[in-house]
């Protein structure tokens, strides 16, 4: 079975430092990958994916992942943190196994960054 | 701008109530989907579509039914609402290509008491 892990349930950060939110998956064949952000009573906004080529994916507000084939990791990552990040992150994967996309959750980390 | 709507921000019913959720997606895509979101547990999928009329079940389907009448709606139903039903309802849809995002609704949270 697909499956991903977010092994944190809360990362604290100060603003300015660097901020990683750590994923890592279980699947068959090659992965399809993707970050969620979700802020407070909102639904989940799209933030990058990785498919296939260049290890380090960049997406929306200044987000990155770094994909790591060895480690069966997708680390989400951004190298100055705001307050304005703070929100809750899901990592998932495509589920290739049957006849749609559906996607597969982790269950979430929650981003607190302290001014 | 893509957009999925979910019909109630919040909603509240009683225990035994048949409740409606309805989701509309204005980007003709194939795929739509409900999920659960519970703390701790993160988003668990209830029912997917993928064509008109056309459904299966999720991971934890018990006590709920869909109905897709028309591409751009996705209704989900709690046949008799229960307080273990109690949570954050997310509505999303996505192209039936395998690569793409999926996009979500701005959620339903629904308390029974």
């Known amino acids: 079975a697909q499956s991903v892990a977010q092994p944190e349930d809360q990362v604290n950060v100060a603003e300015g430092n660097p901020l990683t939110v750590k994923c890592t998956y279980s699947?068959?064949?090659?992965?399809?990958l993707f970050w969620y952000v979700q802020y407070p009573n909102r639904g989940l906004q799209f933030l990058l994916k990785?498919?296939?080529?260049?290890?380090l994916v960049k997406g929306s507000y200044g987000f990155e992942a770094e994909f790591n084939k060895s480690q069966t990791s997708f680390h989400l990552k951004k190298p100055s943190a705001l307050v304005s990040d703070s929100a809750l992150y899901f990592c998932?994967?495509?589920?290739?196994?049957?006849?749609?996309?559906?996607?597969?959750f982790g269950t979430g980390t929650l981003l607190a960054v302290q001014p | 701008d893509v957009k999925v709507t979910q019909s109630s921000r919040y909603l509240v019913k009683r225990t035994g109530e048949k409740v409606f959720l309805e989701c509309v997606q204005d980007m003709d895509h194939e795929n739509m989907f409900w999920y659960r979101q519970d703390p701790g547990l993160g988003l668990r999928l209830i029912y997917f579509s993928y064509d008109v009329k056309m459904k299966e079940k999720g991971d934890i389907p018990e006590g709920y039914s869909v109905s897709r009448e028309k591409k751009e709606r996705f209704s989900l139903i709690l046949e008799s609402a229960s307080t273990n039903q109690t949570s954050m309802y997310l509505c999303?849809?996505?192209?039936?290509?395998?690569?793409?995002?999926?996009?979500f609704g701005q959620g339903t949270r629904l308390t029974v008491v």
């Open positions: 998932a994967v495509r589920d290739r196994s049957g006849a749609t996309n559906k996607l597969i």
């Open positions: 699947v068959s064949g090659n992965p399809y």
């Open positions: 990785y498919i296939t080529g260049d290890n």
């Open positions: 999303a849809s996505s192209l039936r290509e395998r690569l793409t995002e999926a996009f």
